[in-house]
């Protein structure tokens, strides 16, 4: 296990699940119950990771937990980067906000919300950010359609 | 324009009794304008006006606006056209340059600026994204903004050059200045009506 | 209310008349300003009005509604709306190939393409585990650092427009303009190219371009000082902009706003400093700060980085390493044209990665550069096929723009066109 992630466990027992390094990316997935506390706990110091990059998605239908976020911190003293992970599940999927720790996580979780409808807990305004308010569906899930129109070229008018 | 001779050969201006020139042409060339000057009518003066002093409303979207800009800045210059005057109010402005990907949001907000401009009103689509979808056909975009209102003039491009938009423009002014008060609304009710009578 | 029309007034009206001309204008007029004090200790006693600014207006930069509730001429509260310009990119390069999907993903930030393709590419390339050959990380430093100027020249030139500083639009397009001569000439396209590839740049420099470059490189130095002669201290320029959209450093870094908005308040942070990424520790260059965070201070910032970066570019076209532009991988890079007519192994190379794609093996990346407006950053994940399962935008002006709400508080409306104007937001990067 890295520094990093002995660090995480060592103060939140139970909290770091699984730990990956690839290509010199550290990732490490956390448990969704306690997102909260994992990422207050590395944003002060001594690890210090006070800026949050951004927090996105991506839809695995096949596997149990389907949406997985990924939250990308930077320390500004080190120039060290982490990503940590965390399953919301399949049905209602949930995962406690971090706009209280890191407040620029509000927009981003609001896309993440708009775009997969993973929904983030105690969130001061989780409302739809880059579609209408009155959309249906969540566009970047995988089940959802392109969208688009056929195209039609001029001799099959 | 006089083309400057080479030291001792004489002039290499064509003399008005060239062999090539067709006088013929030129006879109705002239006979044409004196004709155009005797019967100007005030329709066709009006015309001449709207078409050489189109004042845009700004609505640039997307990367096209960069280029829309480019094309009201010295190197293009679309004042020579008269059409530097981009008017922030659709209420003063008479053509709408859709410059850019309308999306599915954006599109009742384009319908709104567009009916609140005063007739007569001109469209032009710049841009792939605007005339079709461009790129992205997806569920994001209207595949066109043909689809909310009617469009004079389509300038393919992605981004189109500026001399591609002031080409869209000048044939704009040949449009109005050739149809004088029809604008594409009034062409389009013309059209609907002999739909309906020929349906 | 339904009094007849008589001649002699109202007795309520009378009063009126009477009162207002009991007093001389100058007495009124004090009077006036005396309730204004009283008044404005009693807070809510005037109503807010809540007025729409844009998606369509002059100054928003771009389709940035901005719904503003306003105490006569101060702004009590903000409330941005964004997705008017959302064109599912993110959605669509899942079903293009990772060579296709460049050029969607440098539509983006169409003021910034190349910066787009950069962390797009760098992503991949890091996936691949592939190398990029020295001279083709020069020639994307070049391009990126140009990128900057022409970018920084835009700001320059719409901020000023905003503020009535017409002149400067028409001065800094001018420049623009021989930037985007450049990019045609190596890039073919003036904006929106695909030059970067996964694996270096797409063609090298063409005849000319050399020369060309560097009369854009002597001459511009010269052109900055221009512009600043216009506005460095221009009394109205200073007014208008001096201790305006002032934030302290900790709360931007809490809002995760990076780029010069940042680096105005005095927080030293540049990716191609702190993470230096395509040969950028090879190069000389400083980082400027500024100290106070207000739009002057990042009025000139912006213009000093633009004076560094063609410092950055005269060191790069000095130190050009000869090379080949493009990595050698023929599994992930189309072979040369000329190559097609002799070798069929070519042949099938360059048919499989026109009509496949190239496989990238399965994983997640996330990689960032320094834009013009921030840090942009791509995060892909592959499934290890030839189609990128995940490809997420990391767009500065999208995280920056949340630092509008905090700074617009209680500030004048026409600062709050400043404030727009400075954090230089696009909106093609807002809403992707």
């Known amino acids: 296990m890295s520094e990093i992630g002995a660090l995480i466990e060592a103060a939140l027992p139970g909290a770091v699940v699984d730990e990956i390094e690839h290509r010199g990316e550290l990732t490490i997935e956390i448990e969704p119950g306690k997102l909260r506390e994992v990422a207050a706990y590395v944003k002060a110091p001594p690890l210090a990771f006070a800026l949050l990059s951004g927090v996105t998605c991506a839809d695995f239908p096949d596997e149990p937990g389907r949406f997985r976020v990924a939250y990308h911190v930077f320390s500004l003293e080190t120039a060290g980067r982490l990503r940590l992970r965390a399953w919301a599940g399949a049905l209602d999927p949930e995962l406690p906000s971090v706009a209280s720790v890191w407040a620029t996580a509000n927009w981003h979780e609001r896309e993440v919300f708009d775009m997969f409808g993973v929904r983030f807990t105690d969130h001061p305004d989780l409302t739809r950010i880059l579609m209408p308010l009155d959309w249906d569906g969540h566009p970047l899930r995988r089940d959802y359609p392109l969208g688009g129109e056929e195209v039609i070229f001029s001799d099959e008018v | 324009m006089a083309l400057i001779p080479p030291s001792g050969a004489p002039s290499q201006r064509a003399a008005r009794t060239h062999p090539d020139i067709d006088h013929d042409l030129r006879e109705q060339e002239i006979a044409a304008f004196e004709k155009s000057l005797l019967t100007t009518t005030v329709e066709k003066a009006i015309a001449w006006a709207r078409s050489s002093s189109i004042w845009p409303a700004t609505f640039g979207l997307a990367c096209c606006a960069i280029e829309m800009m480019h094309t009201a800045t010295p190197r293009y210059d679309i004042a020579r056209f008269g059409a530097e005057v981009f008017r922030a109010s659709p209420r003063q402005a008479d053509l709408m340059i859709v410059s850019g990907r309308v999306s599915q949001k954006m599109a009742p907000v384009l319908r709104r600026i567009y009916d609140q401009m005063m007739e007569p009103k001109w469209v032009i689509s710049m841009g792939a994204c605007a005339s079709s979808g461009g790129v992205f056909n997806n569920y994001a975009l209207v595949q066109s903004v043909d689809k909310i209102v009617p469009v004079d003039v389509y300038v393919p491009g992605c981004p189109p050059r500026p001399e591609s938009l002031i080409e869209g423009l000048n044939v704009l002014q040949k449009k109005i200045g050739a149809l004088g008060q029809e604008t594409s609304t009034q062409l389009m009710a013309a059209a609907d009506s002999t739909d309906s009578g020929a349906a | ?432």
């Not at chain 3, 904006?191 to 005849?207: A, E, I």
């Open chain 3, 1 to 432: 209310m339904a009094e007849p029309r008589t001649g002699t007034p109202p007795a309520e009206t009378e009063r009126v008349i009477a009162e207002a001309e009991a007093f001389t204008p100058a007495e009124a007029l004090a009077r006036v300003r005396e309730a204004e004090v009283r008044d404005a200790d009693r807070p809510g006693h005037r109503e807010a009005m809540t007025i729409n600014l844009g998606p369509q207006h002059p100054s928003t930069h771009g389709v940035l509604r901005l719904i503003t509730q306003l105490d006569g001429e101060i702004v009590r509260e903000i409330h941005p709306v964004i997705g008017y310009l959302h064109t599912g990119i993110e959605k669509q390069c899942e079903n293009k190939t990772f060579w296709q999907a460049i050029t969607l993903v440098t539509r983006m930030d169409y003021l910034s393409p190349f910066f787009n393709i950069h962390a797009y590419t760098l992503a991949v390339e890091k996936l691949l585990d592939l190398e990029v050959p020295p001279r083709a990380q020069y020639l994307r430093v070049i391009m990126s650092e140009l990128n900057r100027i022409s970018s920084h020249l835009v700001w320059l030139g719409t901020s000023g427009l905003e503020l009535g500083a017409i002149t400067i639009f028409f001065y800094s397009y001018r420049e623009r303009e021989k930037a985007l001569d450049l990019f045609e000439m190596i890039a073919g396209e003036r904006m929106n190219s695909r030059y970067f590839q996964v694996g270096g740049c797409s063609d090298d420099m063409p005849p000319g371009f050399e020369t060309r470059l560097r009369a854009f490189l002597d001459e511009m130095p010269a052109r900055i000082d221009e512009y600043e002669d216009l506005l460095s201290k221009n009394p109205i320029w200073l007014e208008r902009t001096k201790g305006v959209g002032v934030l302290p450093a900790e709360q931007l870094i809490d809002l995760g706003v990076t780029g010069p908005a940042l680096r105005a308040a005095g927080v030293d942070l540049d990716l191609r400093k702190r993470t230096p990424y395509s040969s950028y520790e090879h190069f000389d260059f400083q980082v400027p700060l500024g100290t106070s965070g207000d739009a002057y201070d990042r009025y000139l910032l912006r213009m000093r980085e633009m004076r560094e970066s063609v410092k950055i570019v005269e060191q790069a076209l000095d130190g050009l390493p000869e090379g080949p532009h493009i990595a050698d991988d023929r599994k992930v890079v189309l072979p040369p044209r000329s190559e097609l007519a002799t070798s069929m192994e070519s042949l099938i190379h360059h048919f499989k990665l026109v009509t496949e794609g190239f496989a990238v093996p399965e994983g997640e990346a996330y990689v960032s550069v320094e834009s013009p407006r921030g840090e942009l950053g791509c995060y892909v994940v592959s499934d290890g096929g030839p189609k990128p399962y995940r490809c997420h935008m990391r767009d500065p002006s999208f995280v920056n723009l949340q630092a509008l709400r905090p700074m617009a508080k209680g500030a004048y409306l026409a600062d709050l066109i400043v404030m727009i104007g400075s954090l230089d937001g696009v909106m093609g990067g807002v809403d992707r």
